[in-house]
């Protein structure tokens, strides 16, 4: 018996089941015209001003086209005075 094993002898162990999971799996036509709505929508854009850097931090997950939604640039930020 494995030092491991020794340690688990005496405390049960759960009965595991499989489980399966599925996400709806949307279609996005026009990424660049969809991610645009959305960047506006979230109000972001407000604290961002010319010759700003900013970084984009994007997940995989699910998205199939993940290298060309983190390469849409420019965003259509509103333009004005620091």
């Not at 996005?28 to 979230?42: G, H, P, V």
Request: overall charge positive; hydrophobic content about 50%.
């Amino acid at each position: 018996m494995g030092f491991i094993a020794g340690l688990l002898e005496s405390i049960p162990i759960p009965r595991f089941a499989g489980v399966t999971q599925k996400f709806d799996r949307p279609r996005i036509d026009d990424l660049a015209a969809t991610f645009q709505k959305l960047i506006d929508a979230s109000g972001v854009l407000e604290s961002v001003f010319p010759q700003m850097k900013i970084a984009l931090a994007v997940g995989s997950r699910g998205i199939s086209k993940l290298i060309a939604l983190s390469r849409i640039r420019p965003f259509a930020a509103p333009m004005r005075a620091a």
